[in-house]
């Protein structure tokens, strides 16, 4: 066991962009940070992952915010030519047919004929005047919105695809934060606007920046800036306990390769999943407390990405697949994201996403039977011709989104308070730091503010971010969007 020696005591937990962002902020005032990252490799569920040559994105990450400190901050990172500026274009697939996504109304009822263009519209003014009974879940609060059978055909198979839990089971928070203030009304309205680059509502900006190797190239490149600053990135050092009396946290300490090592801490950022964060106090929270961390549950994630000719691809960033018939949830094409993701000429890449729960069996079956999965899949909906694809590989990613059930915000209620009165120099950031589902600008946001707390003494309730619709979505100067 040794002791680490340092010039600065501010522990940073975990290095995907809310633990980076908070080291280099830190950095930039002087102030040395220590991240330890169990992986081997920067980013979170913002990294770029690489095969040979082909980089995946996991999950997608549009670089579009409106928050002007986290736009200043991507241009510091990365200079203006490493910033590819892209169309956004998304879609629905279901029944053989192709949505607009964000929904544009006369496509969508155009597409599913008159008789069920009418009931949808029916279905909506019936909601108008008979809203469903329990807007505090996502059925509720999507049809509330759309009407019963725009839900049931846009909405329902996706997420219980991405939750793996019937819809009625998911909080309304996730749908807040991901449709926003749009309805069938306004997709009306929108439809019959001349079409432009929408800023005012987040969810139908039509273009965005993307860095041109990918989300990991701007961690990769902070990671650099960190070193560069004289902070430090460590990787493979699991935090195991964190040692704490009389109010704060005294001590983190890591399993690493060799050994266990102590970081002696005047202030920790913690951006590790907030229920292993309080598991992991020394000594231990009392059992309630310990508990409601076990009632916080996460949602795995992997991508099974497929190489196929470019003539084989499609225009969109990425389809969403409605069809219950299926596994698949999402599908990208990493040469709509930036060409450079893709290495060979007259190629592309797929990215068939599935939502999962690690150990279940998609996450268990090994990547060949993965990628015969996707290749069928794709088959069968009439996506891919057969004997299309060239090659496969299989990228997976653990507790990739925090689950909304009926009791998550009581348990992160619970665990704030423990953690507020009895480790006040531990501050949770980002998405899984906070259990709540950030986008990659949210995420650095909460950062950005938590080091302006520990440098300037300043009191911002970073637990306010990406939580009022006003707050995020049509306030010029106080709201981001980056994507699912």
């Known amino acids: 066991m040794s002791e680490q020696n340092q010039r600065g005591n501010t522990v940073v937990i975990g290095a995907g962009p809310a633990g980076l962002t908070a080291a ?9 940070a220590v991240v330890l990252e169990a992986d081997d490799v920067v980013g979170g569920i913002s990294r770029t992952a690489r095969v040979g040559d082909w ?3 996991i999950g997608g990450h549009r670089f579009f915010t409106k928050v002007t400190p986290v736009r200043d ?6 200079p203006d030519e490493d910033f590819l500026l ?7 697939f279901y029944r053989g047919r192709f949505y607009d996504y964000p929904l544009r109304a006369f496509n969508a009822l155009r597409n599913l004929g008159v008789l069920e263009a009418v009931r949808c519209v029916l279905s909506y003014l019936w909601v108008r005047i ?3 009974k329990d807007l505090t879940t996502f059925e509720g609060y999507i049809a509330s919105k759309f009407g019963w059978r725009l839900y049931g055909i846009f909405f329902k198979t996706y997420t219980e695809k991405v939750w793996g839990v019937p819809a009625d089971q998911i909080q309304a928070d996730w749908a807040a934060q991901r449709v926003k203030n749009l309805d069938l009304f306004r997709a009306i309205i929108n439809s019959l606007a001349p079409r432009r680059n929408q800023k005012d509502i987040t ?4 273009e965005f920046e993307y860095p041109r190797h990918g989300p990991g190239m701007m961690w990769e490149r902070c990671h650099q800036l960190v070193e560069t600053q004289g902070g430090e990135v460590h990787f493979h050092h699991a935090v195991s306990r964190i040692q704490h009396s009389g109010g704060v946290a005294t001590t983190v300490i890591a399993d690493t390769p060799s050994g266990e090592v102590r970081f002696p801490c005047s202030d920790v950022v913690s951006s590790m999943p907030i229920p292993r964060l ?3 106090m020394d000594p231990a929270p009392p059992a309630e407390v310990l508990a409601a961390a076990d009632g916080l549950a996460f949602r795995d994630f992997l991508t099974v990405a497929l190489v196929v000719p470019e003539t084989a691809g499609f225009p969109d960033n990425w389809i969403y697949i409605h069809s219950p018939e299926v596994e698949v949830g999402r599908v990208q094409n990493f040469r709509s994201w930036s060409p450079q993701m893709v290495p060979e000429p007259g190629k592309t890449c797929l990215g068939l996403e599935y939502f999962v729960s690690e150990g279940d069996e998609l996450w268990t079956s090994s990547d060949a039977d993965l990628v015969a999965l996707g290749t069928s899949e794709m088959e069968r909906l009439g996506l891919l011709e057969p004997g299309l694809v060239e090659q496969g590989f299989v990228v997976r990613m653990p507790k ?16 704030r308070a423990w953690l507020g009165a009895n480790v006040a120099n531990v501050r949770p950031v980002g998405r899984n730091g906070m259990h709540r589902y950030n986008n990659q600008d949210h995420s650095m946001y909460t950062a950005m503010l938590t080091v302006e707390n520990i440098v300037d003494g300043t009191t911002h309730d970073v637990w306010e971010v990406n939580v009022e619709a006003e707050y995020h979505e049509e306030v010029a100067e106080e709201a981001a969007e980056v994507s699912p």
Do not use: C, T
Request: charged fraction near 35%.
């Open 278 to 280: 309080v598991q992991a």
């Open 86 to 92: 892209r169309p956004r274009m998304s879609r629905i």
């Open 73 to 78: 901050l991507w241009h510091e990172m990365l």
């Open 400 to 415: 990739a989104y925090p689950m909304y059930d009926a009791f998550y915000r009581d348990n992160v209620d619970v665990l």
């Open 24 to 32: 280099y902020e830190l950095g930039k005032r002087d102030y040395k």
């Open 203 to 206: 969810s139908l900006i039509e």
């Open 130 to 132: 008979r809203p469903p």
């Open 55 to 57: 980089r995946f994105d």
